[in-house]
Each structure stands twice: as structure tokens, then as C-alpha cells.
């Protein structure tokens, strides 16, 4: 049986054991997909298992998509661009590192039917997927960028992958027409972007990261100023289809089952 899993710390959250695993069955595949709690020290082991070919996929979340780097042979032109990876898979004998998240956001979105060529794009957040938002959307021909957060060098820091980027200080809310959320808060339900909105007009496309909480306070918010919303239930579904295919060579099914199989 071949083993899969998704590694991050914390994990306990992560659905993407469920949705694998629907597939896996879906698709009479003789596999199985775990999710495990990791230290960055056990990922030498881990990348042995991998070679002998104990484990045949994996995951990886925050706050390891950059971390792993050092340990992979090879990187696809996009885990390299974005210096992230969220999944590894064994090729010729060569641990490879992908990216996903790219067209799990760019898929995601498009599913908005927002066209976003020529676009102002805000993006809230400098963690771990921030990369892939931002090299996705520059795929997608917006016109301008500018990421705002809390710590700005971390924000800085992603000028030296994306020349062109503008930063907002945190606090500031620059015109826009799509803003992203891809910062953590809103996982839990209480929290609240301490961020005004309220000059920025209307019909503009709210978008989270975050799926779990569905409506974080970021999106009640835009929804309430009349803003389109959407959450990042697609984005997930994606990038997991996405590793799926690497994977099982299928493209996994994606229809209203799938999407309610995450309602929780
Ligand atoms: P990591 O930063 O380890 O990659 P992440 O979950 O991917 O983790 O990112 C969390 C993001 O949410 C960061 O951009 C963080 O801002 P800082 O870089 O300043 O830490 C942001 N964030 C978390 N809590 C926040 C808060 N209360 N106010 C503003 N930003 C917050």
C-alpha cells in the first residue's frame, strides 16, 4: 500500500487527509493519506523514508514550504521561483519539490469569474503562501501588487523574489480592486482585521485564504460594504487535485460532493 501524508506543526486542522483519501477510494487506489505533527529535526528521516520509498508522497504546510528546501534534489521552476513547496514526490531517484498552491489560488480564483488582468491587487500577509499569491496573480497579468504586513521586512523580504512589488505599511488601506486575506487572522472566529475598509467603495472581490472558519470577520465585513467574497475552499481543493495528479497520474474528480465533504 503506498503511503501519503501532510506534514506541518500544527496539523490537528489540516482537511487534506479527508480529501485525499475520498479520492484515493473514488479513484481504487491502494493507498493511504496521514497527516503528521513534524519537528524540522526529523526531516532527514524523513526524506530517507522517502528515498526507500516508505512514504510516496507528502504534503507539506506551514511552517515548513520553505524550510524543506535544503533537503529536496530538484525544484520545479515554480517551487524555485516562489521558494516554496507544498509537495514532494520521488522521480528517478530524485526527491522533487512542487508547488501547487500556485493553481490552487489561480484556479480558485478564476472560479470568481473576477478577471484580475490589469487589476489592483492587495495582498494582506507576508507567511509561508504569500509567494504563490503573488507569483499566481502576476501570472494572471494584474496590474500592480502590494502586499501590507504586520512585520514589514517580512514584506521587504519578498522584494528580493518580485522586483516590482509595492509594500503598504500595516494599518493603510491602499485602493484596490481584490484584496487578499492571507494572513492567519480569522482561524479563529473572534478574530478581527484591525483594518478600515470602509473608503474603498464597492464591488470589489474579498478574498480569504482561510476556508475554515467559511466567513471569517474579513469577509463579513467586505460583504457588508458590498463587496464580492469568497473564501480559499477552491484554492485547497485545488492544490490538492493538483498534487493528487503528480501523485496517482488522475485528475481527481471535483463536484458538490467535494465541496460539502469540507463542510464542517
Ligand atoms: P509564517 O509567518 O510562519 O509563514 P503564516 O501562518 O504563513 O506563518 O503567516 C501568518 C501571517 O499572518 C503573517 O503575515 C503574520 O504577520 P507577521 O509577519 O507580522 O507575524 C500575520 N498575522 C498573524 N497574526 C496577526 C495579527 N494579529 N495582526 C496582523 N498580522 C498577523
Known sequence: MKKYLVIGNPI??????????????????NAI??????????????????KNKKIDGINITVPFKKKII????????????????????LDKGKIIGHNTDIIGFE?????TNHNIKDKKILIL???????????????????????SNRTQSKAENLKKIF????????GEVPDFDVVVNATSIGLNVKDIIDLDFSKIGKNKLF??????????????????????????????????????????????????????????
Open 12 to 29: 490537528e486542522h489540516s482537511l487534506s487527509p479527508i480529501l485525499h483519501n475520498y479520492w484515493i477510494k473514488e479513484n481504487e487506489i
Open 33 to 50: 493519506y496521514e497527516k503528521k505533527k513534524l519537528e524540522e529535526h526529523e526531516f532527514d528521516d524523513l526524506i530517507l523514508n522517502i
Open 70 to 89: 535544503p533537503y529536496l534534489d530538484k525544484l520545479s521552476d515554480e517551487a524555485s521561483k516562489t521558494q516554496s513547496v507544498n509537495t514532494v514526490y
Open 107 to 111: 484556479i480558485g480564483l478564476k472560479k
Open 125 to 147: 500577509g507576508a507567511g509561508g503562501v504569500v509567494s504563490s499569491i503573488i507569483y499566481a496573480v502576476k501570472k494572471m497579468k494584474a496590474s500592480e501588487i502590494i502586499v
Open 163 to 170: 522586483s516590482d512589488l509595492k509594500i503598504a505599511k500595516w
Open 207 to 264: 478574498f480569504d485564504v482561510i476556508y475554515n472558519p467559511k466567513e471569517t470577520n474579513f469577509l463579513k465585513i467586505g460583504k457588508k460594504l458590498g463587496n464580492i467574497t469568497e473564501n480559499g475552499k477552491l484554492m485547497f481543493i485545488y492544490q490538492a487535485s493538483a498534487a493528487f495528479e503528480i501523485w496517482h497520474g488522475v485528475k481527481p474528480k471535483i463536484n458538490d460532493d467535494i465541496i460539502k465533504l469540507l463542510d464542517l
